[in-house]
């Protein structure tokens, strides 16, 4: 790295990938809450003479084989893959956070180790087998989808906020609050939470885009939404099956997926580097 | 170090058994009963019962764990409720395609990763370390089977030098095999081997900045010879611990993209058996994951362990 970033300030660093990031993601968003007025044709209207079109000045995006205009269903897909993830990560947010926060003001207790080793068993379970097993009892569908990469979330939130935790307890500020008699709850959610929320961001952003990822992925096996709701995943599923005769259709849904992808981790990145300025020459 | 492996052990067989409850538990909510699904709308209950009590469907629920898990444990997976043969025997057909293919992608990606994060990390804000870090960002961001349709269009059906999905069976010979797994392991190996060379450059980038790599240096080793002698080799724990995580990330690619690429693997007896209701099958393919995930962790723990004695202590 030449000497000159090095001595740049950490937010122009991070600005170059922050802002192409946020950019993307704002682009996404965007697609998806104007969906829910306005698309260029109506997604769940069929016009037949209109199939397998390729990408046209009517439709830009090409049709697929039961005539529905391509760029509006990526826009409204985009507001299933976006609902899906978000959700996902609040559950591991909602969850994660105060089994890291309850483990880390407990340290050594019973408690800690049964939180710490309920985090490892979780972790064995990568995301898509727990979508199976809910799958198999609940049968498919998005909620299910919602559920299964949120309970993946959770030890993954849990980690973080315990490990980060750790060390702020040994810091003076927390002894001073102990001092002072404030109990362990008040201490957790008025002095670490506040010092942690950084770190928390970052891995929300992180893990908002392994979700995306993740939703395609059980749409693309048929466990995610289900029709008519339109999805990234399942778009690129019935593009297999045309690939011959169409190979456009599996383009698109595929670079939506890439560009949003893309802009989190971006963004994520971007993120890091403003709240940590030493890593910002990596 | 004998201590700290036994207690690593425990721990293992202690999450292993209550995997396996949380499996079972999980499995045992579905509504329905399975003898009833199996025999139709149209079945006479006696043939119900009698099915119910050769499948052991009539005893509780705890003897029916505890003769599922004592069967695990002996290599035993139970009767498959729709095709009325050995789990076991299923499994294992299925897992001479899962496992190779997960094993392919693994050595793929580490072969991939390995020089790239290297060249990245030793020719640090170069021309190719930035254009290792654009693809490799682009490549974590590509869904594997988004990128498996892409092969497929361009090797399967353009170029037609490989087949589009598929598998001839080992019978056909080693070569013929690897062939048709070659695409699924491409796919299944690009992400992994962009995170992995992310992982590889970060940890050579630190390593580099220690001070024993300055002193290496200063008692005349050369660059070449300090990176290989010292800093790739303290470099190699954190890619060690990435290796072991993807290797559940695989297996679960793995699933999907045998999926792609119709490859008679796990994922596709598993998804077939969802939809056949035949709950048997899933649970005990299930429970060889997770087994698989936590065996995989328990062996990275020791041998972290083998390497660094510092860690011995702490756990």
């Given at each position: 790295m030449s000497q000159s970033n090095v001595n740049a300030p950490a937010w122009y660093t991070a600005s170059r990938v922050l802002i192409p990031g946020l950019l993307l993601v704002a682009l996404v968003i965007l697609a998806a809450l104007v969906s829910f007025v306005?698309?260029?044709?109506?997604?769940?209207?069929?016009?037949i003479p209109a199939?397998?079109?390729?990408?046209?000045?009517?439709?830009w995006f090409g049709t697929d084989h039961f005539g529905r205009d391509i760029f509006s269903m990526i826009m409204v897909g985009a507001r299933t893959s976006l609902a899906v993830a978000v959700l996902a990560v609040g559950i591991g947010l909602c969850v994660g956070i105060p089994l890291g926060l309850t483990a880390a003001s407990m340290q050594g207790s019973l408690l800690d180790e049964i939180i710490m080793r309920g985090n490892d068993l979780v972790f064995a379970f990568p995301a898509l087998l727990i979508a199976i097993m809910i799958t198999a009892v609940f049968g498919p569908g998005a909620v299910n989808a919602i559920i299964a990469i949120g309970i993946f979330n959770i030890p993954v939130f849990a980690r973080l906020t315990r490990g980060s935790a750790l060390s702020l307890w040994q810091r003076d500020f927390v002894l001073a609050a102990r001092v002072s008699g404030k109990g362990a709850t008040r201490i957790s959610i008025e002095h670490i939470l506040p010092n942690i929320t950084n770190l928390l961001i970052v891995q929300g952003t992180i893990q908002f885009s392994l979700g995306i990822l993740a939703e395609a992925g059980l749409s693309y096996v048929g466990l995610g939404a289900q029709p008519p709701t339109p999805s990234w995943g399942r778009m690129l599923a019935e593009s297999q099956t045309l690939i011959t005769l169409a190979p456009h259709l599996a383009l698109f849904p595929g670079f939506a997926i890439i560009l949003t992808v893309l802009g989190l981790n971006l963004t994520g990145d971007g993120l890091r580097d403003l709240s940590d300025p030493r890593i910002r020459r990596r | 170090m004998l201590r700290y492996i036994l207690k690593r052990a425990l721990s293992l067989v202690l999450s292993l058994v209550v995997a396996s409850i949380l499996i079972f538990v999980t499995i045992e909510i579905?509504?329905?009963d399975p003898a009833s699904y199996m025999l139709?709308?149209?079945?006479q209950p006696d043939t119900i019962e009698n099915l119910r009590r050769e499948l052991g469907l009539d005893k509780t629920p705890v003897a029916r764990y505890l003769s599922w898990v004592g069967g695990l444990v002996q290599g035993d997976f139970g009767t498959s409720y729709?095709?009325?043969?050995p789990v076991a025997d299923m499994v294992a057909d299925r897992l001479m395609v899962s496992l190779p293919l997960a094993l392919y992608a693994l050595l793929l990606s580490t072969a991939i990763a390995f020089p790239v994060g290297v060249l990245a990390a030793t020719r640090r804000g170069s021309v190719a370390d930035w254009s290792v870090m654009g693809t490799t960002q682009l490549g974590i961001a590509i869904p594997n089977f988004w990128f498996a349709l892409l092969l497929v269009l361009v090797f399967?059906?353009?170029?037609?030098?490989?087949?589009?999905g598929g598998f001839p069976g080992w019978e056909a010979g080693f070569f013929a095999g690897l062939k048709a797994l070659t695409l699924p392991a491409v796919a299944l190996a690009l992400p992994q081997a962009s995170i992995l060379s992310r992982v590889m450059r970060s940890s050579l980038l630190d390593t580099l900045d220690e001070d024993y790599i300055r002193t290496a240096r200063a008692k005349g080793l050369s660059r070449r010879q300090a990176l290989w002698r010292h800093a790739l080799r303290n470099a190699m724990i954190p890619v060690l611990t990435i290796l072991g995580l993807q290797f559940s990330f695989l297996l679960a690619g793995a699933i999907i993209i045998e999926n792609v690429f119709f490859l008679p693997g796990l994922g596709r007896l598993v998804f077939q058996a969802i939809t056949q209701r035949d709950l048997i099958v899933v649970e005990s393919v299930v429970m060889l994951l997770v087994f698989a995930v936590v065996l995989i962790t328990f062996l990275v723990d020791v041998a972290y362990a083998l390497v660094d004695p510092r860690l011995r202590q702490q756990a």
């Open positions: 306005w698309t260029p044709f109506d997604v769940t209207k069929l016009n199939k397998l079109q390729t990408p046209n000045t009517t439709h | 579905v509504p329905g139709g709308l149209n079945a729709t095709y009325r043969t399967a059906i353009n170029l037609r030098w490989f087949s589009a």
